[in-house]
C-alpha cells in the first residue's frame, strides 16, 4: 500500500523532470497533517549536484534519524526515496535530526541530483 499522497508523487515527478533539463525547482509539500517535507533544487543545488531533503514532523521527541519515528513513517520516507529514485535522484542514507523549531522536528539529508 501506497502511505505517499498523490499529489506528493506528481510533484516528485516535476522535480524529477526539472532537474533532468537543469531548472530550478522547489518541492514543498504536506505528506500528512502534522508531516511536511522540501526539497530545494535551485541554481546553487544543481550546479553542486545534490539538494538538501528535508522532513518537518511536529512530534515533541526528537528520534536521532526521521524513520525511528516509527514504521508508518518509515513507510512514508521510503515511498518517497523510491520515487526520487526513479527520476535518478539518489535520497541520503537516512535523515539525520537536524533541529527542532517549534514543536517541528526537523531531519535534514543531501540528496545527488542526476
Do not use: K
Not at 528520534?63 to 518509515?74: C, D, I, K, Q, Y
Not at 526515496?81 to 539525520?96: C, H, M, N, T, V
Not at 517541528?104 to 542526476?114: E, S
Amino acid at each position: 500500500m501506497n502511505h505517499v499522497p498523490d499529489a506528493v508523487l506528481a510533484a516528485i515527478d516535476h522535480l524529477g523532470r526539472a532537474t533532468l533539463v537543469d531548472d530550478p525547482t522547489t518541492l514543498d509539500r504536506r505528506l500528512r497533517g502534522d508531516f511536511r517535507m522540501r526539497v530545494n533544487c535551485d541554481r546553487t543545488a544543481l550546479d553542486a549536484g545534490t539538494a538538501p531533503v528535508t522532513f518537518r514532523l511536529e512530534q515533541g521527541t526528537p528520534a536521532p534519524t526521521l524513520r525511528e519515528h516509527g514504521s508508518f513513517v518509515a513507510t512514508i520516507v521510503d515511498g518517497i526515496d523510491s520515487q526520487l529514485r526513479g527520476w535518478g535522484i539518489e535520497p541520503p542514507d537516512a535523515y539525520p535530526h537536524r533541529s527542532t523549531d517549534d514543536g517541528w522536528q526537523v531531519y535534514v539529508g543531501r540528496a545527488i541530483l542526476p
